[in-house]
């Protein structure tokens, strides 16, 4: 699963120093933190911390590539099967590698040092999620497992980047993430089964980078 993850790493790095190496000045290398609420199903929050890198096209264009690591309570999953948890509910816990394009528009010019910038991205989540199993309130237990097909991810972004001066740069944005999925849930005890869809975070990233 965290394969992907190291080799779209190792390829950023590989980047940077070539173009370091080159005295080239097009391009953003950095890390970010990224925290999305979500309504509940499957998940009500999810924190992720990741790597992103960043060419410029023009004064005003930039592309974009990143990876995310995310972990995260899939909430409540024998709700989705109409099953009753005692009042200590029990989760069951997703892994996420989200691989992410993305295309950016500043407003204020590369050599302002703050710009406002907006965009938009395409990603696919590789997901992991645990078994969960407990008691089921009234009596009875449950053991239920779930099939995660891998997600795609639209998102829209805004926010704003700091520049004070020197090649390095601090940038916080609001962003919307709209999550096709279809996970697949099953009680082994019930037999019952169930699906949980396509939903939408919203929340922030906050990033710190370098320009080179």
Same mark, same amino acid.
């Given at each position: 699963?965290?394969?992907? %993850? ?6 950023l $790095?590989?980047?940077?120093? =070539?173009?370091l ?6 391009? !953003?290398?950095?890390?970010?933190? *990224?925290? +999305? ?6 998940a *009500?929050? +999810? ?18 590539? /990143? ?11 024998t ?5 009753? !948890? ?5 989760? /069951? +816990?997703?892994?996420?590698? +989200?691989l992410?394009?993305?295309i ?6 590369? %050599?302002? =040092?703050?710009? &406002? &910038?907006?965009?938009g991205?395409?990603?696919? /989540? ?13 009596g ?8 995660a097909?891998?997600?795609?991810i /639209?998102?829209? &972004? %805004? ?8 090649? &390095? ?22 037999g ?7 939903? $939408?975070?919203?929340?922030?990233h ?7």
């Amino acid at each position: 699963m965290r394969r992907p %993850a190291m080799l779209l790493a190792a390829l950023l $790095t590989s980047c940077a120093a =070539s173009a370091l190496a080159q005295g080239e000045e097009r391009f !953003q290398l950095g890390v970010r933190g *990224n925290v +999305i609420t979500a309504g509940g199903e499957p998940a *009500n929050d +999810i924190l992720s911390f990741g790597l992103f890198a960043r060419f410029r096209l023009t004064e005003s264009w930039l592309l974009g590539v /990143a990876v995310d690591q995310a972990e995260y309570d899939f909430e409540v999953p024998t709700r989705v099967l109409g099953l009753v !948890q005692p009042p200590e509910v029990i989760d /069951a +816990i997703v892994s996420s590698t +989200i691989l992410s394009a993305l295309i950016e528009r500043e407003h204020g010019g590369s %050599a302002s =040092s703050l710009v &406002f &910038f907006w965009g938009g991205g395409l990603g696919v /989540a590789l997901l992991e999620v645990d078994d969960a199993a407990g008691p089921l309130a009234g009596g009875g237990t449950f053991d239920i497992t779930t099939d995660a097909s891998s997600e795609v991810i /639209a998102s829209g &972004f %805004a926010g704003l980047r700091w520049r004070p001066g020197s090649r &390095f740069f601090l940038e916080l944005a609001g962003r919307v993430d709209h999550h096709l999925s279809e996970w697949d849930v099953e009680d082994r005890v019930s037999g019952r089964t169930g699906t949980t869809d396509d939903y $939408t975070g919203y929340g922030a990233h906050l990033g710190l980078g370098f320009r080179f």
